[in-house]
């Protein structure tokens, strides 16, 4: 199993950045997907989640900002981040879960003030 997560950067304070984590080795349309962070001297914490149909919730910290979408012909789970804050800033996580679950390798997003 492989979770490829990428598209994370360095942005300024109030713009966009869409994470992408390509899926292997699994079925990836039965399983929930979801992109988690963890700040420097932080613990990881959920920032959004889509069930296998389509349900998602979100962190209070980035409802109205960020999206969670998937493809499942593409193996694919998406994160568009918008008004991005210098709070922010992490390393983002994928993670696939069903009944077992699966952790990408991070892409470190750094949003500048």
């Given at each position: 199993v492989q979770l490829q997560a990428s598209g994370g950067g360095l942005?300024?304070?109030g713009g966009?950045?869409?994470?992408?984590c390509a899926a292997s080795g699994i079925i990836f349309s039965i399983y929930g997907m979801a992109w988690y962070r963890q700040a420097p001297g932080k613990q990881r914490e959920l920032v959004a989640h889509m069930t296998s149909g389509g349900v998602?919730?979100?962190?209070?910290?980035?409802?109205?900002?960020?999206a969670i979408s998937r493809d499942n012909a593409k193996n694919t789970v998406y994160l568009q981040m918008n008004s991005l804050k210098p709070e922010d800033t992490a390393v983002?996580?994928?993670?696939?879960?069903h009944?077992?679950?699966?952790?990408?390798?991070?892409?470190?997003?750094t949003v500048s003030s």
């Open positions: 942005v300024q304070a966009s950045l869409r994470l992408s998602t919730n979100y962190a209070d910290s980035v409802k109205g900002r960020f983002y996580y994928c993670n696939a879960a009944l077992r679950q699966f952790w990408g390798q991070g892409t470190l997003v």
